[in-house]
Nanobody, 116 residues
């Protein structure tokens, strides 16, 4: 089993920044990717960004390219999402995700609210 604990959500004004963190623990050997998804009420969960734990290859949703940056610290088993130039459309619950041997693991979610 893999446990994921998120932190860093909150309320920010449009144009502001937030950094999300996700720490993985448990059976983390052979984790393939870690990343972030987001979900609004009544909508499907969508990929925001992901990174491979080996080569550090990244993938971003078109809507966040140039504004969000995903990074990892393998020594701490932690992945970060730096979110800049936030707008109201980024308001969602953000979920940390990990993929290991074809199995999906999820964090509990953290709320990000962009509002003036």
């Amino acid at each position: 089993q893999v446990q994921l604990v998120e932190s860093g959500g909150g309320l920010v004004q449009p144009g502001g920044s937030l950094r999300l963190s996700c720490a993985a623990s448990g059976s983390i050997f052979r984790l393939r990717t870690m990343g972030w998804y987001r979900q609004a009420p009544g909508k499907q969960r969508e990929l925001v960004a992901e990174i491979t734990t080996g080569g550090g290859v990244t993938n971003y949703a078109d809507s966040v390219k140039g504004r969000f940056t995903i990074s990892r610290d393998n020594a701490k088993n932690t992945v970060y999402l730096q979110m800049n130039s936030l707008n109201v459309e980024d308001t969602d619950v953000y979920f940390c995700h990990a993929l290991k041997l074809g199995a999906d693991y999820w964090g509990q979610g953290t709320q990000v609210t962009v509002s003036s």
